[in-house]
């Protein structure tokens, strides 16, 4: 129960839509103050959409940490019962089921496009376990899905997305 707590805080405060977005009215703040030409190719925009991403990202490989994911596995043989595929589920579905019938905001597609990627990643290295693979290849394999449903009734930027997932999801589960 604490764990299926614990992941509905993360989609709730880290993965919703909404919840780590700047308002408008505070962004002008978060931009470096010019006081000479000292920012060194970096430039001075706040970067929001990246540390956006970042604090997601980190929040992410703490879940996906092989280790996280097959102590996981083994804590079911002695009374866990949050398993791995049902975390995963939960997981996925805090990143693409609250807007699944809604245009996704840039924020999201970030996210959701990096998160297929770290899954895709998975399948490919050998550091994690087979049991933890299988489970992944479960979460891109509904993604796909999802995504492609999705976006027979999604227009504009948000069907170019889904597309996109769609086409990430294939070429990790079928790599020729």
Do not use: C
Request: net charge neutral; no cysteine; charged share 20%.
């Amino acid at each position: 129960e604490t764990q299926k707590s614990a992941m509905k805080a993360l989609t709730d405060l880290v993965f919703a839509p909404g919840a780590m977005e700047t308002p408008a009215e505070l962004a002008p703040y978060l931009q470096s103050q010019r006081r000479g030409f000292n920012f060194f190719g970096a430039g001075e925009d706040p970067k929001l959409h990246d540390r956006v991403l970042n604090t997601q990202i980190m929040v992410i490989f703490h879940l996906i940490h092989p280790s996280t994911m097959k102590r996981i596995v083994d804590s079911k043989v002695y009374g866990n019962k949050y398993e791995l595929g049902e975390m995963l589920k939960d997981l996925t579905n805090g990143i693409f089921q609250a807007d699944i019938a809604t245009p996704v905001n840039s924020y999201r597609q970030n996210l959701q496009i990096e998160y297929v990627g770290l899954l895709s990643s998975i399948i490919k290295m050998e550091i994690w376990d087979n049991i933890s693979k299988a489970k992944v290849t479960a979460q891109l394999q509904n993604i796909q899905k999802m995504e492609q449903a999705a976006a027979l009734t999604t227009t504009g930027d948000t069907k170019e997305h889904r597309n996109y997932i769609v086409f990430l999801t294939k070429q990790a589960l079928d790599p020729k």
